[in-house]
């Protein structure tokens, strides 16, 4: 896919301007000319062609579109990529680095997903929770996993994946 | 979501200017409520003045006085997290953390929780009338589904509620708010910032277009000893208050000293009545006493055909909590 | 044929391709120059349109082009050519087909641009104007309306309920031990994850490939061809992933018809997805009123069930589901009255949602159950093991196999139920009042004609395929175990493809079905493939020309003498010796009617829960769980526990959370996002158990396969709802169940 998100001219309804950034994505830089009106979930899965980050409401109500920014996991829908400037953004594709990251494997063992769809955005958010360093026990995990709605209901699944990792000794 | 033009803003002022400039224009910081209501085409604004470029505002520091200053900008989730509010103020940290979920915590701003609209399905459905989103077209929760909605302030134009954790703690706290604009600077206490929706319910608070925030002041009292917050919802996490309630309680030899007690969820602001916490003082902290209380806060409560539970359910949860607040549950 | 694989806990095949973010979902197959749809839903539940403006949405830079019913292009016109697998009785809806509006939130135009933000900022400026018509949505003001259904081709699938047996109204009113309720269930909307979304890559004159959120894609493709007047070969339909479903799958949502009338019409690639608000604006579970009245005699034993349902329906459709055949499936009683009624409202057509009318009845059966228990002063478990049958009474047929009595058993072993004080009220922890219920779940076991191809190439590897699907059911990882074990291979080896309607047919995948349906088709291919396999090896070998059938061992990827009178064959010397260098055999796998049709065959499910209340605000919690099911062979213990447990979640669900909650002034629903439906959190699911009791049934096929899509998820309610009872002392029969319909009771009584 076209890595650039070109300018609309001449239009007929004010049309928002496009602006430059730059966007470290998965150990990439990018060079985007963006509009303003385009979300980061959108830029990732329209025009950088990273489909892992999924959309599950566009509202910042199902976590389905988690990835880590700078760190930090967030909702991709509801920023706007033109906000992304000079950040490090890690989406689904940039976990695995070699061989599948540890989380990834303790999904796949504890069959912590049905449909898949939510998935990406869990694992970002479990690695994101870990790297926090909040959740010391089962019932912290469940809470501050609460922001991602898994409808298939592997919520159980999930929850042992995570303590699998946690207690795997892969972070500190 | 309309188009829109895009700047972001290197300092408060240039910000400000901006702002003050077109009217149309409005200030996105975490956007995670901004960015949801123009998606639903609620907000509109014909310019973004992103304002997270914007260095010196999301610090967390000490004030002379033994107050903490928390940055506009500061994330909810940082701030939750820092140890001088995590020791000194748990209250406050207790609610940022009871509100949405980790992501949007990690995303949203202190100064935006306090910007947040109401989340009245009408509110967000431009398909039905609604004062607060187009005045003057009626108001299509009274009569209409009104669960989530006030029990408490409102008014024939507007039964909406405030929807935020965060401030019901702030206001508990008797935080100030520190504002700039074109007019220079101003301090407005925290519960004189939202108002009551009267037959202006688009106007969720006095912040002036122009004006922005630049930090909030939490006074030197924490009330880190007696303190309680407890949400009520329909589902355990990731979803607004039916009831929310903030006390902070100072106890001295048996008595109540000072009482704090602020709700969420009942009105188109955090709700404080002073009379109630007067009333505490010098009282035993049993449950009697605290019934009398959340009778007085609950003066004048009115239902509607779905929310009329929330007047006996806030009056029991104030109980609760206050018990709580006093080490007195069980 | 040797089980290696088939009952083994083997991981997700498709595990790695979900956890990378490489599985690819309909809407994100990105294509040169693919243009983006944007739909305009009615605000208004009925009337008609008298003018679309579009002057300043067109005016957006990019937009291509604008649909109404004024400038669409003409599509078939006999309503039987819209009318899919799964199509109730009447005239399926047409978008777009002319100026009238028949419920709130049809889509009435759509917005076709470069990209997706112009598409949707044009759709913000499109305004209508209405001739509005008074509306009926509300179920509840109606009652008195509702009628008998309209029967047709759907309901073949679901049968009316049987006709009544003695007389179940005077014996329920004579009976020494008696319970009745009334039962009410909102709409609930199945908000898949995924949300619909379809991406037509335009191929050239009449030729598409469809990339769809679907439940079938054989469907789908015949749905376009016979709309749009292609030749069903130019229609391909692929859906190798689906972000869940749960039935809302099993119909063409309109973005289908939408998207693909653009790209004929453009002749340019497009997508159109829906966005959250519109997963409200199509089928629902129908909301239902039911009565019941269940008598007893003074031993316990039952004797009259009275059972009425009315739910609602469109005014284009009767939706209808199974409600009111399920106490007389699980019960004996000499006296039943079932009856099941329609009353159509302005509203989109209901539809299948998982587990459909058995979620909703059993609530009512289990909940009414529970409490003659309690009348009739015994234990709910043993007042079941007292009406306990081995005979499905409404067809006097004995089940294939029924090992329910285990089920109950070992649940409540597992779950420590001896040791409940059967009072209501009489069990706390702090705040918390504690309440422990049961209830017993049935679910037919079906199966449809399904066919698969199985090819084996000369790398010594297997392909099976078959235009099923996969929305998190488990088919990929599950049909690749059985072709392994029935041509005793690695199952490295081995691939099962799904999911393109250019392979062999399947019927919609839903209903429990799929895992008997396609697991019966893969091992007919394979013995297909076998028999190939031999012919090919006694040219071959001479040790092989007189061999028979029977006389092989197909093992470790080779024939196999099995009186080792000469070395054994392998497949990839076999297909090496071909000319095409491949091996294939497409086979039907069909029911074996003549064996089913003297049985009825059901999966059995026993659930036990304990839930706490708390005392002041009525909120309830399900603290844990024990479901046992018994259904047959148990493919995958890993795939199976976690269609179990998604099944006990949406059971909670059900119970506590959800509901579409409408302005009747409007027609519309109010709550339609995934912030105020609240489907329940991580953080909503406690400490959940599942019990496989198997049963080794060669009645229902020949792997022994009942299906497990929705036993999961039918007692889960009503042992819930029993629980809370034992919690509180009251009945809310009233889904959900929610603070304020226990706060009063939860209070302590005075």
Redesign the interface.
């Known amino acids: 896919?076209d890595e650039n998100i070109t300018a609309?001219k001449?239009?007929?309804?004010a049309?928002p301007k496009s602006h430059p950034v730059t966007i470290n994505i998965n150990g990439q830089q990018h060079q985007l000319l963006v509009?303003p009106?385009?979300t980061l979930l959108?830029a990732l899965?329209?025009k950088l062609?990273?489909?892992?980050?999924?959309?599950?409401?566009?509202?910042g109500?199902?976590g389905?579109c988690t990835v880590l920014v700078n760190g930090k996991r967030i909702n991709s829908c509801l920023t706007l990529a033109v906000m992304q400037n000079g950040k490090e953004i890690t989406?689904?594709?940039g976990?695995?680095n070699g061989e599948?990251h540890p989380m990834?494997q303790a999904?796949?063992?504890y069959?912590a997903?049905?449909?898949?769809?939510?998935?990406?955005g869990q694992?970002c958010s479990a690695i994101g929770m870990l790297q926090e360093g909040h959740a010391t026990n089962r019932e912290e995990?469940?809470?501050l996993?609460?922001?991602?709605?898994?409808?298939?209901?592997?919520?159980?699944?999930?929850?042992e994946a995570i303590m699998d990792v946690k207690e795997g000794g892969q972070y500190e | 979501?309309?188009?829109f033009t895009y700047t972001a803003a290197p300092d408060a002022n240039t910000a400000a200017a901006l702002l003050t400039a077109d009217k149309h224009a409005q200030l996105i910081a975490g956007g995670t409520n901004l960015l949801d209501l123009m998606?639903e085409?609620v907000a509109q604004p014909a310019a973004l003045i992103d304002i997270n470029n914007i260095d010196g505002l999301d610090g967390i520091t000490t004030l002379d006085n033994g107050g903490l200053r928390l940055g506009a900008l500061a994330h909810n989730a940082d701030t939750a997290y820092h140890p001088l509010v995590e020791q000194k103020y748990p209250l406050l940290a207790k609610a940022i953390l009871s509100g949405a979920s980790a992501q949007l915590r990690n995303m949203a701003t202190n100064g935006g929780n306090m910007m947040q609209r109401t989340?009245c399905?009408?509110f967000?459905?431009t398909?039905?009338p609604c004062n607060k989103r187009e005045p003057g077209t009626g108001c299509?929760a009274i009569?209409?589904?009104n669960?989530?909605h006030a029990i408490l302030g409102a008014s024939d134009s507007c039964i909406a509620t405030f929807p935020s954790d965060m401030c019901n703690a702030l206001a508990a706290l008797d935080a100030t708010i520190n504002v700039t604009g074109p007019e220079g600077d101003r301090v407005i206490a925290f519960t004189d910032f939202h108002r009551l929706p009267g037959d202006e319910p688009q106007l969720d608070n006095i912040l002036k277009h122009g004006e922005l925030i630049t930090s909030i002041d939490l006074p030197k009292n924490g009330f880190e000893k007696n303190y309680a917050y407890l949400k009520?919802r329909?589902?355990?996490?990731?979803?607004?208050a039916?009831v929310a309630i903030a006390t902070g309680l100072e106890l001295q030899d048996g008595l109540i000293k000072n009482a704090r007690i602020a709700c969420g969820g009942l009105a188109h602001k955090p709700w404080r009545k002073p009379e109630a916490e007067d009333y505490l003082i010098d009282k035993v902290p049993i449950k009697e006493n605290f019934e009398a209380a959340a009778d007085i806060i609950l003066n004048g409560a009115m239902g509607y055909k779905d929310n009329a539970?929330k007047i006996?359910?806030a009056k029991?949860?104030i109980?609760?909590n206050c018990l709580t607040a006093a080490n007195l549950?069980? | 044929m040797q089980q290696k694989y088939i009952g083994q806990p083997v991981?997700?095949v498709?595990?790695?391709?979900?956890?990378?973010?490489?599985?690819?979902?309909a809407?994100?197959f990105?294509v040169p120059k693919l243009r983006y749809g944007y739909v305009v839903n009615s605000?208004i539940a009925k009337g008609k349109i008298i003018k679309i403006n579009l002057e300043?949405a067109m005016?957006?830079?990019?937009v291509i082009k604008i649909y109404t019913h004024e400038n669409r292009p003409s599509t078939a016109w006999l309503s039987f050519n819209y009318a899919d697998m799964d199509a109730p009785p009447g005239k399926p809806f047409v978008p777009m087909h002319n100026n009238k509006i028949v419920y709130n939130g049809q889509p009435i135009a759509m917005i076709v641009a470069?990209?997706?933000?112009?598409a949707?900022?044009a759709a913000?400026?499109v305004t209508v104007e209405y001739d509005k018509e008074e509306h009926e949505s509300d179920l509840h003001a109606h009652l008195t309306e509702a009628r008998l259904p309209k029967k047709g081709l759907a309901t073949l699938l679901k049968p009316g309920p049987p006709k009544p047996k003695g007389e179940a109204e005077k014996i329920y009113e004579a009976s020494p031990v008696k319970a009745a309720g009334t039962f009410v269930h909102g709409i609930e909307h199945h908000?898949?994850?995924?949300?619909f979304a379809s991406t037509v890559v335009y191929e050239g004159e009449k030729k598409l490939t469809i990339f769809d959120k679907t439940q079938g894609t054989i469907n789908c493709q015949l749905y376009v061809a016979n709309v749009f007047g292609l030749p069903f070969k130019n229609v391909r339909v692929i859906s190798h992933?689906?972000?869940?479903?749960?039935g809302s799958g099993l119909r063409p949502q309109y973005q289908l018809f939408l998207a693909v009338m653009a790209s004929l019409d453009l002749k340019k690639s497009v997508r159109l997805?829906m966005?959250?608000h519109q997963m409200f604006t199509f089928g629902h579970r129908p909301a239902t009123v039911q009565k019941t009245k269940f008598g007893a005699n003074d031993v316990g034993k039952i004797q009259a069930i009275n059972h009425e349902s009315i739910g609602e329906t469109s005014q284009f459709e009767d939706y209808t589901e199974i409600v009111v055949n399920w106490a007389n499936m699980l019960y004996p009683s000499p006296n039943t009255k079932l009856q099941y009624k329609l009353k159509p409202l302005d509203v989109a057509s209901p539809m299948d949602m998982r587990a459909p009318g058995g979620a909703t009845g059993l609530h009512a059966v289990e909940v009414t159950i529970d409490e003659l228990a309690y009348q009739a002063k015994m234990d709910p478990v043993d007042f079941r093991l007292l009406n306990y049958t081995d005979m499905d009474q409404t067809t006097e047929k004995p089940y294939s196999s029924k090992e329910l009595k285990e089920c109950f058993k070992q649940a409540a072993d597992k779950f420590g139920w001896k040791n409940r004080n059967p009072e209501p009220r009489s069990m706390r922890r702090?705040?918390k009042l504690i309440g422990w219920g049961i209830a017993t779940g049935i679910w037919e076991a079906m199966q449809l004609p399904t066919r698969a191809e199985a090819v084996l190439t000369a790398d010594g590897k297997l392909t099976v395929s078959s235009a099923t699907s996969d929305?998190?059911?488990?088919t990929y990882t599950v049909m690749a175990q059985i072709a392994a074990d029935c041509m005793g291979m690695d199952l490295a080896d081995v691939s099962f493809k799904l999911g393109d309607s250019d392979m062999p047919f399947a019927p919609i995948s839903g209903g429990s079905f799929t895992a008997a349906s396609t697991g019966t088709a893969v091992q007919a291919a394979c013995l297909g493939l076998r028999k190939k396999l031999l012919k090919k090896a006694q040219k071959m070998v001479a040790a092989f020309t007189e061999a028979e059938f029977d006389d092989i061992d197909f093992t470790d990827s080779g024939l196999h003498l099995k009186n080792n009178s000469g070395p054994p064959l392998s497949y990839r010397e076999i297909v090496a010796a071909t000319k095409e260098k491949t091996l294939k055999s497409k086979n039907m796998g069909w029911p074996n009617a003549m064996k089913q049709r003297k049985f009825t065959r059901a999966t059995h499910s026993a659930v036990f829960v304990e839930v706490e209340v708390d005392e002041?605000?009525g909120?309830v919690?399900v603290t844990r769980m024990v479901t046992a099911v018994a259904a047959g062979k148990i493919l995958n213990p890993?795939?199976a526990?976690?269609?179990i447990?998604?099944?006990?979640?949406?059971g909670i669900s059900k119970a506590l959370?959800e509901e579409s909650?409408?302005?009747h002034?409007?027609g519309?629903f109010?709550?339609d996002?995934?912030?105020?439906y609240?489907?329940?959190?991580?953080?909503?699911?406690n400490d959940?158990e599942v019990i496989f009791v198997e049963e080794d049934d060669k009645i229902v096929n020949d792997l022994g396969i009942k299906g497990l899509g929705e036993i999961g998820l039918v007692a889960v309610p009503p042992a819930i709802a029993n629980a809370v009872f034992h919690a509180t002392g009251k009945r809310v029969n009233d889904l959900p169940i929610?603070?304020?319909k226990v706060?009063?009771y939860a209070?302590p009584l005075v």
């Not at chain 2, 329909?234 to 607004?240: I, V």
């Not at chain 3, 996002?673 to 105020?676: D, I, N, P, R």
């Open positions: 896919m609309v001449d239009a007929p309804v049309e509009q009106w385009v959108d899965r329209e062609d990273l489909t892992g980050t999924k959309k599950g409401c566009d509202h109500q199902c389905a989406t689904i594709e976990i695995a599948m990834q999904f796949i063992k069959d997903f049905q449909c898949g769809y939510c998935t990406p694992i995990v469940k809470e996993m609460s922001g991602n709605i898994c409808r298939c209901g592997a919520y159980s699944n999930i929850v | 979501m309309n188009s998606k085409n989340r399905y009408y967000y459905d398909s039905t299509s009569g209409g589904y669960r989530i009520l329909d589902r355990t996490s990731y979803a607004f039916l539970f006996e359910l029991r949860a109980v609760r549950n069980n | 991981s997700r498709d595990g790695e391709a979900k956890v990378t973010g490489s599985a690819k979902y809407a994100e990105n605000t300043r005016a957006v830079q990019g470069e990209t997706f933000e112009q949707r900022y913000s400026l908000n898949p994850m995924e949300m992933y689906v972000g869940g479903a749960f997805s966005n959250r702090n705040h929305f998190g059911t488990g002041d605000f909120i919690k890993k795939t526990r976690s269609q447990l998604g099944g006990m979640v949406w959370r909650v409408m302005d002034r409007f519309k109010m709550n996002s995934l912030a105020e609240h489907l329940p959190v991580n953080a909503d699911i959940l929610t603070m304020d706060m009063d209070s």
